[in-house]
């Protein structure tokens, strides 16, 4: 008689009975040998290239013996370097990433169940006993598990873990900087996924600690996606302008003037073909933006009555195109050069109040309120730069759809420009060195997801070169064509409207 009893958890291995133990042995070989064989066919579907390779190489080794193997891995040597030195982008994308992917997958492999253990992703059981697969084997599924490795060719590798019933993608996202250290990175984030899974990024090499060059000017300008600098995953940063209003906010010294001068080369088409316009306001005395001044259809920096008579004279241009759009029954504003898109840039919000009477201030609010509310259907976007996100903007700041947080002073700061989760979400803008200037993180338009980016940098002579550019460009069309000179400037139209502005305050 069988001095043990069975548990339901123990199976048939924990039975005394002969042939019970050796049919389940037999079921659990075969499924393993099952789950080998799949998980080997899926890796030959998902990286065919390699597949191909491999089997090539083993049928020569068979055909011809070892001579014509060592031939076939000379020629494979042969072609991928000839592929690399080519067309280095593909050869990236293809064989590299291929080849890391397959090195990085073994190595998280063999370490993930130690790791998710060791920074305590398990759920416990209400006794206060972990459920693992070391423990009883019919409660497997309680430990995060990888699911699949993904290598990155910008030092990202990305692992889709499946969550165990009691936790959230956001517990994982507290263990985030105990999983980078185990894993030697320099830092980890967590990105959604469907419900129940979620995507590892794991931060292995720092792409954006090289200074970005300026992206060339393209000849079309699309104002939805202007390119100014590089993503963290290598992609362009590509920065919504047409239908939002911008914020960029940074501590001094945060780069914030290479976001604004890489939009103004990004729309550097658009100034010369008169599609676009810009008026500047540089209440810091001109110290950042009087070199484009030639860039600007308007630009003040001296007096706060000047900058707010500036804002007052868009705002008459907001008035007359929404009358216009009304009677066009049209509710967004297509740009052209008989009326084009207006970028207002504003250097250092805050600043532009400080220094003016009271009764400017009130005018300044009032114009830039009418701005950020009415502005977008009109073709009118406000590009604000402000050193403190706090009080000093607190009017305005939920008035800005698009908002990008650089290097600020403490956490506080980046719920104030991204939003409450944002930090939670990766965005660590309160961790940005002080050696990256223009690294900035953004979301990504109409998602929850964050990216890190850095703006491309534009010094002395790149700014000097975009103005000449731009002006050259004008005078050229210009000459040829009477039409693609803009029509709506400071000389004509806001100075009939001043005057009837202040019969009506009078
Ligand atoms: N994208 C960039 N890439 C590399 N270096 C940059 C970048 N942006 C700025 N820098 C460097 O950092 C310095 C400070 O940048 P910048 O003047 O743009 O900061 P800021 O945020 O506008 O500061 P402040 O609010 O004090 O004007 C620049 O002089 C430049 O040398």
């Known amino acids: 008689m069988s001095t043990r009893t069975r548990t339901g958890n123990e199976g048939l291995l924990g039975s005394d009975d002969l042939v ?15 789950r080998t064989v799949v998980s080997m066919l899926c890796a030959m579907v998902r990286h065919p290239l390699l597949t191909i390779l491999g089997v090539t190489l083993a049928a020569c080794w068979l ?37 890391l992917t397959l090195v990085r997958s073994a190595y998280y492999r063999t370490r993930w169940r130690h790791i998710a253990e060791s920074v305590d992703l398990v759920v416990y059981d209400r006794d206060g006993s972990r459920h693992h697969r070391s423990t009883t084997r019919g409660s497997s599924n309680r430990s995060v598990q990888l699911v699949k490795v993904r290598a990155t060719s910008h030092g990202t590798d990305r692992l889709l873990l499946r969550l165990p019933t009691g936790l959230v993608p956001a517990d994982v996202a507290t263990r985030c900087e105990a999983i980078a250290h185990a894993t030697g990175c320099l830092s980890a984030a967590v990105r959604p996924d469907r419900p129940g899974r979620c995507w590892l990024e794991l931060k292995r090499r720092d792409d954006l600690v090289r200074t970005v060059s300026p992206v060339p000017a393209s000849e079309t300008v699309e104002l939805h996606a202007v390119p100014i600098g590089r993503r963290e995953d290598g992609g362009p940063w590509l920065l919504k302008v047409a ?25 550097s088409r658009g100034l010369s073909s008169g599609v676009v316009q810009v008026w500047a306001v540089d209440p810091k005395g001109g110290m950042e933006l009087r070199p484009g001044r030639a860039l600007f259809t308007r630009y003040e920096d001296a007096s706060p009555e000047d900058m707010c008579r500036l804002l007052e004279d868009l705002v008459d241009v907001k008035d007359i195109r929404s009358r216009q759009l009304a009677d066009a029954g049209a509710r967004v504003h297509q740009p052209t050069p008989e009326s084009p898109h207006v970028i207002a840039v504003l250097d250092e919000l805050a600043t532009l109040t400080a220094f003016a009477d009271r009764a ?38 939920d008035l800005f759809p698009t908002r990008v947080a650089m290097r600020l002073d403490n956490p506080l ?20 060195s002080e050696l990256t200037p223009g690294v900035a993180y953004v979301r990504i338009d109409g998602t929850r997801e964050i990216v890190r980016a850095r703006a491309a940098y534009l010094d002395d002579r790149d700014v000097a070169h975009l103005v000449d550019d731009v002006s050259a460009r004008r005078v050229d069309q210009t000459a040829g064509d009477d039409s693609a000179r803009p029509v709506l400037t400071t000389a004509d139209l806001p100075a009939t409207m001043r005057a009837t502005r202040e019969g009506d305050q009078s």
């Open 20 to 34: 019970a133990v050796l049919v389940e042995a037999v079921l659990w070989t075969a499924w393993a040998v099952l």
């Open 63 to 99: 055909l011809v013996g070892w001579r014509g193997g060592a031939l076939c891995i000379a020629a494979v040597a042969v072609g991928l370097g000839t592929w690399r030195l080519l067309h280095p982008p593909s050869y990236r994308a293809h064989v590299h990433v291929a080849v």
């Open 360 to 397: 400017v201030t009130r005018r300044i609010d009032t114009a830039l309120g009418m701005l950020l509310t009415q502005g977008r259907a009109c073709g009118i976007t406000v590009v604000a730069a402000v050193q403190d996100p706090g009080k000093d903007i607190v009017g305005w700041r």
């Open 243 to 267: 239908g939002t209003h911008l914020l960029v906010a940074g501590a001094t010294g945060a780069g914030k003037s290479s976001v604004l001068w890489s939009l103004l080369q990004g729309v």
């Open 413 to 432: 700061q980046v719920s104030m420009v991204l939003g409450e989760s944002a930090r939670d979400d990766g965005a660590r803008a309160d961790e940005i």
